[in-house]
């Protein structure tokens, strides 16, 4: 059982959560001029990462507000916690997983104006991962 | 002095070192690889192949699944696929001259609500359409067939009825891995373990070798059975599937008397048990819902999945979880596999059985080998293309295949 921070209600069991699968993946700006490839890339296929993975959770049973997760597939390591529209922080792996506690996040729903707030000094500089594309925020 | 030890029994199969070249590449040396290798040998004629393991043989989810064999799927193209891995069950005993226990004891899917009930009877029907032996159970029926199992209705899931095939059962499934490792080397094919695939060699779009940590191998072509990691060797190779790994667990109690005739599944608590011929309760449960390649799960399923057993059979109440583990599934999103070509020239796929391609092994094997041999699919796994999700023809087996096997 995985212990995650909700950046609004602070640690909780994972059973109080719900996985919302690869963060990051933005709906199509041009859905109508989409090729069938691309809808199929977009319906279909995700980054299946064995390593360090950007995901979505739902805090389903307390604050019900989505965050993003940084998460090591292999040994299930929680690695960072950050809102909705920030981009991927770079992983911290010095850091314990418990620090994205409800001070350090001001707003789990936020679509990309506000920046990453554990990202500053926790997790080093944020990397432009290319799976997030600029105002990704589902 | 004390007695000498016996004389170590024969092994099965023999250790080569990789030649320079092969005419072909299997990779992942679980079931669906020595039965892709088998069949290329046995109906291709292709013997100058090798089975790549990056660990033992069978050592990933193959020895590690809940062994539940059937074919009581809803769409003509999985009665099909698996409908034909059954006949073959049948005879695989003979053709490989080794009994590895396939035992038709039958096996029940309960349905527990009405939504349960409507899909059951509705898949008895196709079951029945496509020649698959499938019959619905009321609850006496359940209890008679299963007297351990509790149909009251007061409890939170009632057992409303059941779907049993009789011809379906369990089998051991690390003895199904040796019956094939033995055939294969017996017909030539070289089975290399410890034996690690870290990159493709390709000429343009074309794949001509295997990077491993035991030197580069040439190859003409390679086939790729790797369950779970099948999308790390899609990366490798530069193409991307549509695969999610998932942890999926399973545990066994300690030995008891034969109480379970049966093999008893529900999809809509997550559980399925059966007892091994040695007498473990074996049972199996849902995914953790996250993905995760760390071959092992969460507790909090297991607990749920012990609840929902204990409510359904009382009598296991005082049994003792021995031991529980883990293995790695790659779940596709129709829960259907995907068996056929890949955008990279001479690289074959099968992969996308998910939670439950141990029953589907012998035909998995069957029309991959075909596939790889003549370079085109075979008419059972033509459907199951990896196209099928640009096209939109999915093959929807959450009904059937959901968490269950
Ligand atoms: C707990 C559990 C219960 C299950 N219960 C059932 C059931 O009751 N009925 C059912 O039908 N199915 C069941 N399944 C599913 C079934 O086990 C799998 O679908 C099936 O085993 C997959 O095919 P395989 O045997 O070839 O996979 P595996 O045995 O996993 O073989 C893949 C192999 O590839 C190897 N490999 C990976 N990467 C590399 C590499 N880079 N180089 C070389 N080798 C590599 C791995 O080490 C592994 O040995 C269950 C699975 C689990 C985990
Ligand atoms: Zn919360």
Redesign the pocket.
């Known amino acids: 059982m995985l212990l995650i921070s909700c950046p609004n209600c602070g640690s909780r069991d994972e059973t109080e959560f719900h996985y919302g699968g690869q963060a990051h993946v933005p709906y199509p700006e041009n859905p109508d001029e989409l090729t069938d490839r691309q809808w199929a890339e977009f319906l279909f296929y995700r980054d299946n990462t064995k390593g360090s993975f950007a995901e979505r959770w739902l805090h389903s049973t307390g604050c019900r507000q989505w965050f993003n997760m940084l998460r090591d597939t292999v040994t299930y390591d929680i690695q960072a916690i950050y809102p909705m529209g920030a981009p991927r922080p770079a992983p911290n792996t010095d850091q314990p997983a418990d620090f994205g506690t409800a001070s350090l996040a001001p707003d789990s729903t936020t679509t990309g104006t506000t920046g990453p707030s554990v990202a500053s000094t926790d997790l080093g500089p944020a990397e432009p991962a290319a799976t997030a594309p600029k105002g990704a925020t589902q | 002095m004390a007695d000498k030890l016996p004389e170590h029994p024969d092994f099965l199969w023999h250790n080569p070192d990789p030649k320079p070249s092969y005419d072909a590449i299997i990779?992942?040396?679980?079931?669906?690889?020595l039965a892709t290798a088998y069949f290329l040998a046995k109906n291709h004629g292709m013997t100058n192949i090798a089975v790549?393991?990056?660990?033992w043989l069978?050592?990933?989810?193959?020895a590690?699944?809940?062994?539940?064999?059937r074919s009581n799927y809803l769409w003509d193209e999985s009665a099909a696929m698996y409908e034909h891995a059954l006949k073959l069950w049948e005879t695989l005993p003979e053709e490989l001259e080794y009994d590895f226990l396939f035992s038709q004891r039958g096996v029940m899917n309960l349905a527990h609500t009405l939504g349960d009930v409507r899909e059951s009877m509705r898949r008895v029907g196709a079951n029945q359409l496509n020649g698959v032996d499938a019959e619905w159970l009321d609850p006496k029926q359940v209890k008679e067939l299963c007297p351990i199992l509790n149909i009251s209705d007061n409890i939170r899931y009632p057992v409303m009825g059941a779907t049993y095939q009789p011809r379906a059962g369990i089998a051991k499934h690390d003895h199904v891995a040796w019956a094939f490792a033995r055939k294969c080397d017996e017909l030539g094919v070289d089975i290399i373990q410890n034996?690690?695939?870290t990159g493709f060699v390709k000429d343009g779009n074309r794949v001509t070798g295997v990077k491993t940590n035991r030197g580069t191998i040439n190859t003409e072509k390679v086939g790729l059975?790797?369950?779970?990691?099948s999308s790390v060797?899609a990366e490798m190779a530069g193409f991307r599937l549509p695969i999610q790994s998932h942890p999926?667990?399973?545990l066994v109690s300690e030995l008891h008397e034969p109480v379970h005739p049966t093999v008893v599944m529900s999809n809509h608590v997550h559980v399925y048990v059966s007892q091994a011929h040695k007498g473990e309760l074996v049972m199996?449960a849902g995914v953790d819902s996250y993905n995760g390649y760390g071959q092992r799960g969460s507790f909090h399923v297991i607990e749920h999945q012990m609840a929902a057993a204990v409510e359904l059979f009382p009598i296991f109440a005082r049994a003792h979880v021995l031991r529980t583990w883990?293995?790695v599934?790659d779940t596709t999103l129709d829960a259907s596999p995907i068996v056929g070509t890949t955008p990279v020239e001479n690289m074959f796929v099968n992969c996308g059985?998910?939670?439950?391609?141990?029953?589907?092994?012998p035909s998995a094997g069957y029309t991959f080998a075909h596939t790889i041999a003549t370079g085109a699919p075979h008419e059972l796994n033509a459907p199951f293309a990896l196209e099928r999700f640009e096209t939109g023809a999915l093959i929807d087996e959450h009904g059937a295949a959901a968490v269950a096997?």
């Open positions: 990779v992942g040396g679980g079931g669906h690889g790549l393991e990056k660990g069978a050592g990933g989810n193959m590690r699944n809940t062994t539940i064999i034996c690690e695939v059975c790797a369950a779970g990691h060797l999926l667990q399973a199996g883990g293995g599934v059985w998910g939670t439950g391609g141990f029953k589907g092994t096997h």
